[in-house]
């Protein structure tokens, strides 16, 4: 089946990840166009306001680019495992003049009908979904609008559900990948299926064109995607130290440094799951983090912040994959043509 990519002119099958909290910029995604991939803006954590003067910006350069949007799926957290948490990390926060004791329980949907009323009134060419299925009457309307709708899924049962929906192609997402699971049910941490196993998987249970993502660091990992019925491939971690991302100082640093080898799929930072390198928080908090998104996502964002600015890389989340050893800090058209020869 021929991609819904195609009529967008790529010239290379590689997509630049969607990467919440700053990575993702506008010179990146227009960067990742120039090569002649495509990039994503991350809507996640942004207001509509904000992403719309993003979409502007790489928009005025006539680049075709996709946008990514955080589907509201809540995991509501117990209020007195919330509270403990922020008695349990407050030794952490205190030092920044962080107060985690007093934090509110805030479980809010991202200013998710704001950013969909945007994106159904100036129309993107490519949107992707994460963390939950739109009403298939939103997939709809993207398509009437001429937009190529991208569901995010982590299993072969989530894209059934995907498939019913409507969705033009699936981004079929393993655990090696970097940042937040897009598992629709959080609770579970997914089990680690290597890519290419996922692909077959999937392939077997719709005929949706795939889009496979997940610890692709090198061109031979790449070409087994792409051999395994994968239309094309999406990158983040690969781009974390590219020079046109945003990713802070401190998360660049650490990916470049080599005694950091291990990653881990931990709550901590944020309350769902998410691979990232293991520093103090992870190793003191992964294993009493309660389940809660964004209740926790919330409570750990001034501290995180705090500690970015302070260049302290053992409080903060550095969301990495499994192939994070072969980050490079080189332009972004560099490292995707790299990853396809």
Do not use: C
Not at 231 to 253: F, I, N, Q
Not at 280 to 297: I, K, L, N
């Amino acid at each position: 089946m021929a991609s819904s990519l195609t009529a967008l002119g790529l010239d290379i099958p590689v997509l630049a990840a969607p990467m919440a909290g700053g990575p993702s910029t506008p010179a990146l995604v227009m960067a990742a166009a120039r090569a002649g991939g495509l990039g994503f803006l991350a809507g996640g954590y942004k207001t509509a306001a904000a992403l719309a003067g993003q979409i502007t910006e790489v928009r005025s350069t006539g680049v075709p680019f996709g946008v990514n949007l955080f589907v509201p799926n809540p995991v509501p957290v117990d209020p007195e495992a919330f509270h403990r948490y922020a008695r349990e990390i407050a030794p952490d926060a205190e030092p920044y003049g962080v107060d985690v004791l007093g934090a509110a329980i805030v479980e809010d949907d991202d200013h998710w009908q704001d950013k969909l009323d945007l994106l159904l009134s100036t129309p993107v060419p490519v949107v992707s979904f994460t963390f939950g299925i739109p009403a298939s009457t939103v997939i709809a309307a993207l398509r009437t609008a001429g937009t190529v709708v991208v569901q995010t899924v982590t299993s072969p049962q989530e894209a059934r559900q995907a498939s019913e929906a409507g969705a033009d192609m699936l981004a079929v997402q393993s655990s090696a990948a970097g940042g937040h699971s897009a598992t629709l049910t959080p609770g579970r941490i997914p089990p680690p299926t290597p890519l290419t196993d996922l692909l077959r998987q999937v392939r077997h249970a719709v005929p949706t064109p795939l889009i496979a993502a997940g610890g692709l660091a090198t061109p031979d990992a790449v070409a087994a995607a792409l051999q395994t019925d994968a239309t094309a491939v999406m990158v983040g971690t690969a781009l974390l130290r590219a020079e046109e991302a945003g990713t802070s100082h401190p998360h660049k640093k650490a990916l470049a440094d080599p005694s950091r080898r291990t990653t881990t799929v931990t709550r901590a930072f944020t309350g769902r799951p998410a691979r990232s390198l293991t520093n103090t928080f992870t190793d003191h908090h992964t294993a009493t983090a309660p389940p809660g998104y964004p209740a926790v996502h919330h409570l750990t964002s001034p501290l995180r912040k705090a500690a970015t600015a302070a260049g302290d890389p053992e409080l903060i989340n550095l969301w990495a994959g499994t192939g994070h050893r072969r980050t490079t800090a080189e332009p972004t058209a560099r490292i995707l043509r790299r990853l396809t020869s």
